[in-house]
């Protein structure tokens, strides 16, 4: 795709589906680094389902569609911890 994708903006999950032989858990790596690089507007559910019905059909047994589907029962909104928004003032 020459266009941005806005479900995969770096690519991470189309690229998932072109590697031979991917294990799981490299699967689940790069998930949670395409989870933690959604904005936080974007419906992880949502994006998740878009993802499964552009690739997972065509790929039932990959390992990256066995993530993408277990990411819809087990997703929460991934959030950073640290920086100045986790800091509370006594």
Same mark, same amino acid.
């Given at each position: 795709?020459?266009?941005?994708? %806005?479900?995969? =903006?770096k690519g991470l999950i189309r690229e998932s589906y072109q590697i *031979?032989?991917?294990? /799981?858990p490299e699967c689940r790596s790069i998930f949670l680094d395409w989870a933690l690089s959604? =904005? *936080? /507007?974007?419906n992880s559910k949502t994006a998740i %389902? /878009?993802?499964l019905d552009r690739?997972?059909?065509? /790929? =039932?047994?990959? =390992?990256?569609t066995i993530v993408l589907q277990d990411g819809l029962t087990t997703i929460a909104t991934p959030r950073r911890r640290g920086g100045w928004r986790s800091r509370t003032r006594n």
């Open positions: 795709m020459g266009r941005l994708d %806005q479900t995969d =903006p *031979e032989g991917i294990s /799981a959604l =904005p *936080e /507007a974007e %389902q /878009a993802l690739y997972g059909t065509d /790929a =039932p047994d990959h =390992p990256m």
